[in-house]
């Protein structure tokens, strides 16, 4: 079965870390451009972070500039969102994407393989 399955959202404190995880299965992920995207509350959702096939290129969003990192561990299928120094702002559902090819890096429209989104809050 092809999917991507995210874990690892939950609720913090502003300021705090959290690493998201997306598992690839059906499908072998280092074949593929990858992204998160970041849907707010009642907002549509926009790519934050995405990668190349070969790593070399990476887009990332102003809004998390310094504060979020994308990678891939190939061995493991999976890619990871690390997250830190969080904000309020951060709130919302996050979706791991996958796409064979793209024209323009983080464009979600471009992605034909998502997961189904895992919530983080960021809140004291």
């Known amino acids: 079965q092809v999917q991507l399955v995210e874990s690892g959202g939950g609720l913090v404190q502003p300021g705090g870390s959290l690493r998201l995880s997306c598992a690839a299965s059906?499908?072998?992920?280092?074949?593929?451009?990858i992204g998160w995207f970041h849907q707010p509350p009642g907002q549509e959702r926009d790519g934050i972070l995405c990668?190349?096939?070969?790593?070399?290129?990476?887009y990332s969003a102003d809004s998390v500039k310094g504060r979020f990192t994308i990678s891939r561990d190939n061995a493991k299928n999976t890619m990871y969102l690390q997250m830190n120094n969080l904000k309020p702002e951060d709130t919302g559902v996050y979706y791991c994407?996958?796409?064979?090819?793209?024209?323009?890096?983080?464009?979600?429209?471009?992605?034909?393989?998502w997961g189904r989104g895992t919530q983080v809050t960021v809140s004291s």
């Open positions: 059906g499908f072998a992920l280092n074949y593929y451009y």
């Open positions: 990668m190349s096939v070969d790593g070399n290129s990476t």
């Open positions: 994407a996958a796409a064979i090819i793209v024209a323009t890096l983080c464009e979600r429209d471009e992605y034909e393989r």
